[in-house]
């Protein structure tokens, strides 16, 4: 076949493109970015985790009634009834407050605990990561001591010494929950630190404390929020069992696990004061696992194909 | 020479496209090529030109999707590949044709002895008893020649070096003696030392029964020690195929080039520099048009980006895809080629 | 191997060891004084109480005295069962809280795995998300309401006629007499590690199945099944096991909550209701007994894991 003279001058090779984009941490955020844009479940549980906070904060100040108010006039009323939306329980207080009430003080709870997991966990890990050696293996000793003793029963114990209520379930908590999140930042820092930008940041003279603070835990930005998204329900429940044996939350307070357990004394005549408190329970605890899940596959770059 | 045996693998204008989440990747577009009885064929590319998902494909081994093959012809020893069921499939992996992979570390199920991996060969396709089959594992292992047999089939993979796996996996793939082994980049993973004893392996086996081979490799000086015939790939195309000699003697290919100044020689000036090709290899989500070697190409011409280039045939069994060669391109591209051939 | 062995076996003790310590000391922080009731007692009785039970001692005799009879088993004697000692309500107790546990790990294991199989095998179909479902309400719905709720329906309301003489019971509501009895406990308590374990199967499963070794096999020309039975259940469940001395934990502490909703006779019944009491040495005694019996069934899962694993790295504490 003829082609034109033309065609047949040399051009030579392309300038190099522009390629390149999606390698890097910045490529890779703009990645995950990306992704959860477009999906549905960690919007949705977005939204519905918006309402419970918004709902938790607004409603008990907004409301006609209080948590402890009593009207033993309109007992045990069921559903939309005396201008009680939820009704209300033995002692005529109104549901509904108490429900959004019993929210805010579970998401504070299980916030607040997941605050010390946190911190405990990432200075401990962070120490024993970036140190490594000796220090290390005595630290991750000890931990593997406080991980080997069931956390429950040691919850359990201190809720007994330190007598029930919200900071001492958080505390208690906190006093165990840590480990998971210890052990977490100290495999990131162990992978991190072989990594050549912190050989680079050390050679520039950066302390040690600089670099795990701000070089490396960044880095472990996705796998931290992953944990602590799943350990926020953890903590939900942890409260609620302690509800139930007696050991939660004190009267006048009400946290979504009281409100359950003192639902089930009268359930089987009014149905109501349990399955309210509980779906809250449940949907909160639903959307914080799902949200984690989701967030996990998203994150972790083991997923990407 | 050619004629007087009989072809084992045939494949024509083979394309093949696998689904991503930003869209459909061609990862192989149009390739063709056969193998003889007994003979030794190469393909040689850089990593993803899409010669790995070309060899897992003659096995059906890819989950369909995302791994589609969306036209052309596979097939080996009249058995037609891309129409085959699932069962037929199952008949034929192990038994007409073997594969071993790249990573022997991983490619050992770590909680299986190595002597039962081996003989599970045996007992889909021979349905052999235990004891036979233990016996001919054991022959097998020492016919890999890896020393003290007996004992070493009981061991878990765990105790086998890198090396030393790949040989238990050859001897794996080539139990029921396949007309056909594929080797998908078999000596990456390996010590220099130890690539050179698995390719004497290799070929000692091709030898005695008579094997064909299909090896997958990025390194032309493995590929030179083994093959009878090369294939050059780039962007999920053959660029250049012929005999070794050819391929090595008088290479016509701009890539080909580059392939072989990317490898160091003893006859070369100690001073001169390695030469290695320029860029990346092309992004095949929605390909350009022409050749895609162009945009690192030295020698382009205006007219490889905007047309594919025609085949051209330089001797008999030697091919090649370039706009170079076509009569009209200028005289001083011959000069090139000549300054590349030995001959 | 021997070594392996001797040193689980001497961090077991070791956590023993601060359990024990941490109890007493948590012990000797409680507010009050166990002697000071509703009656008043005149400080003789008191002095003869205090001698009694060592009080008067310094704290380190009592520690040395304390850490003795833990170890023996003697947790003192429950104040509200009065001199019922509490190693024999423990021993009462006990057997109820195994049965209900055992069953509700086997039932949880089983079921689990297979669920989370079923969901990797069939990953992306309708099985997968039915599975995964399943899952995810089992880990968010805590088996207080859990069994409150299929107590009220399945024992109450799906029972009719009960008084007449055409009765039947779909199953009865609490209690541990029969198996009828076994049914629905067990399965509250197990739902939870259940999901639990499905979800890591799934994960294990999927995660195997990207393995090269799969591909090599299926090189070899296996059929599906033969791949999934030989090369991919084995592997993918040795990771799963490794929970399974943490989910005992979790399924024993649970059993707390659900022995108190069926009314069953066991240690958890015992614990809520001495925690309610303020039974100190029942709450540390049952504290001790639990806390020894679980580091005890994980160091069993360790070592038996040692046995099905051939390639288990022997010093994975290190890692």
Redesign the interface.
Request: aromatic share 6%; proline share 9%.
């Given at each position: 076949m003829q082609y034109k003279a033309e065609m047949f001058e040399w051009t030579g090779p392309a300038k190099e493109e522009q390629t390149l984009s999606g390698s890097g941490a910045a490529g890779y955020w703009k990645d995950v970015r990306q992704r959860l844009r477009g999906n549905k479940v960690v919007t949705s549980c977005l939204v519905i985790l918006l309402l419970l906070v918004a709902g938790a904060i607004f409603v008990p100040l907004f409301s006609r009634y209080s948590i402890s108010d009593q009207d033993l006039s309109s007992t045990n009323l069921g559903w939309m009834t005396g201008g009680h939306l939820f009704g209300t329980d033995k002692l005529g207080r109104d549901l509904f407050v108490r429900v959004w009430y019993g929210t805010r003080i579970s998401l504070i709870i299980a916030f607040s605990a997941v605050l010390i997991d946190l911190v405990v966990g990432m200075v401990y890990g962070g120490i024993a990561g970036y140190f490594g050696g000796k220090t290390d293996e005595i630290m991750m000793r000890v931990l593997e001591v406080v991980v080997a003793i069931p956390y429950m029963i040691i919850v359990i114990l201190l809720m007994i010494v330190l007598k029930p209520g919200v900071t001492t379930i958080i505390l208690a908590y906190g006093a165990i929950g840590w480990t998971g999140m210890a052990r977490l930042v100290r495999g990131q820092m162990m992978q991190l630190k072989e990594k050549e930008y912190v050989l680079a940041s050390r050679l520039l003279g950066a302390g040690s404390w600089r670099i795990i603070f701000r070089g490396l835990i960044p880095n472990s930005l996705g796998v931290i929020i992953v944990n602590l998204t799943l350990t926020i329900p953890s903590a939900i429940f942890t409260e609620a069992f302690l509800s139930y044996i007696g050991l939660g939350v004190q009267i006048p307070l009400a946290s979504l696990g009281t409100l359950a357990s003192e639902g089930i004394t009268s359930f089987q005549t009014y149905p109501g004061l349990l399955i309210i408190p509980a779906v809250f329970l449940c949907v909160t605890m639903l959307t914080f696992n799902l949200l984690g899940d989701t967030l996990r596959d998203v994150i972790d770059p083991k997923s990407k194909e | 020479m050619e004629d007087s045996r009989r072809t084992v693998l045939t494949v024509k204008d083979l394309q093949i496209s696998i689904a991503?989440?930003s869209g459909e990747l061609q990862a192989v577009r149009g390739v063709s090529f056969h193998i003889q009885e007994g003979e030794a064929l190469v393909l040689v590319g850089e990593s993803g030109c899409g010669k790995s998902v070309t060899a897992q494909t003659l096995?059906r081994?890819n989950p369909d999707p995302?791994v589609h093959i969306k036209g052309g012809e596979i097939r080996l020893a009249d058995i037609d590949i891309v129409q085959a069921d699932e069962r037929q499939m199952?008949?034929?992996?192990?038994?007409l044709v073997?594969?071993?992979?790249q990573?022997p570390m991983?490619?050992?199920?770590?909680?299986?002895t190595v002597g039962k991996?081996i003989g599970?060969?045996l007992e889909?396709?021979h349905k052999l008893k235990r004891k036979s089959r233990w016996q001919k594992a054991v022959e097998l292992l020492d016919a890999v020649r890896i020393p003290g047999a007996a004992g070493r089939a009981r061991e878990?993979?765990?105790a086998f070096s890198g090396g030393m796996r790949q040989r238990a996996?050859i001897a794996?793939?080539i139990a029921c003696k396949p007309k056909l082994l594929i080797a998908d980049e078999p000596t990456t993973a390996l010590d220099v030392t130890i690539q050179a004893q698995i390719i004497d392996l290799l070929r000692s086996i091709q030898r005695e029964n008579g094997m064909s081979i299909l090896m997958i490799t990025h390194d032309l000086a493995v590929a030179a020690s083994i093959a009878q015939r090369i294939a050059v790939m780039y962007a999920g195309r053959i660029v250049e195929t012929g005999t070794v000699q050819q391929i090595f003697n008088n290479p016509q290919h701009p890539y080909t080039w580059g392939l072989m100044n990317s490898v160091p020689r003893p006859d070369q000036d100690k001073n001169s520099e390695l030469i290695t090709i320029?860029?990346?290899p092309p992004?095949l989500l929605g390909p350009a048009p022409g050749c895609s070697f162009?945009?690192?190409?030295?020698?382009?011409?205006?007219?490889?980006?905007?047309?594919d280039p025609?085949e051209f045939e330089v001797a008999s069994g030697h091919s090649c895809s370039c706009?170079l060669l076509?009569p009209?391109?200028?005289a001083a591209a011959r000069e090139v080629k000549e300054a590349y051939a030995i001959v | 191997m021997l070594r392996y062995i001797v040193q689980r076996l001497g961090f077991a003790v070791l956590t023993l060891w601060v359990l024990i310590t941490l109890t007493f000391v948590l012990m000797q922080l409680l507010p009050g004084d166990p002697f000071v009731g509703d009656r008043a007692l005149t400080d003789s009785v008191k002095n003869a109480l205090y001698a009694k039970y060592g009080l008067d001692q310094p704290v380190y005799i009592q520690y040395l005295k304390y850490l003795g009879n833990a170890v023996q088993g003697d947790f003192g004697d429950s104040l509200i069962y009065t001199g019922r000692p509490v190693s024999t309500i423990l021993e009462e107790a006990f057997p109820f809280s195994i049965d209900l546990g055992i069953r509700a790990l086997v039932f949880a294991v089983f079921a689990g795995m297979l669920l989370g199989i079923t969901a990797a095998l069939k990953k992306g179909t309708g099985w997968d998300t039915v599975s995964m479902i399943i899952a995810a309400i089992g880990i968010s719905v805590p088996s207080f309401i859990l069994g409150s709720l299929l107590q009220y329906f399945l024992a109450l309301k799906l029972s009719g006629f009960t008084n007449t003489q055409f009765g039947f019971r779909l199953l009865p509501i609490s209690g541990w007499a029969s198996e009828q009895h076994k049914i629905l406990p067990p399965f509250v308590l197990g739902l939870s590690s259940l999901a639990i374990i499905a979800r890591m199967m799934r994960s294990s499963l999927l995660e195997v199945a990207g393995q090269e070794y799969v591909k090599t096999a299926k090189a070899r020309g296996l059929s599906m099944p033969l791949l999934v039975t030989r090369h991919m259940l084995r592997n993918a469940i040795l990771p799963v096991l490794t929970i399974l001395g943490p989910l005992t934990a979790s399924v024993l502490t649970g059993a707390f909550v659900v022995e108190n909703i069926f009314n069953i006779p066991g240690m958890g019944k015992y614990f809520v209701s001495s925690v309610q009491t303020n039974d100190y040495p029942m709450i540390a005694g049952t504290t001790l007994f639990l806390g020894a019996f679980l580091i005890g069934a994980n160091l069993l899962v360790d070592l038996s894991y040692t046995l099905v694993d051939p390639n288990i790295k022997l010093y994975k504490a290190k890692v």
């Open positions: - | 991503t989440g096995m081994l995302p199952q008949q034929i992996r192990g038994s073997g594969m071993i992979f990573d991983t490619s050992l199920n770590p909680t299986m991996q599970e060969t889909i396709h878990y993979p765990g996996l794996a793939a320029g860029g990346t992004k162009a945009p690192r190409c030295k020698y382009a011409m205006r007219i490889c980006s905007s047309a025609e706009w076509h009209q391109a200028p | -």
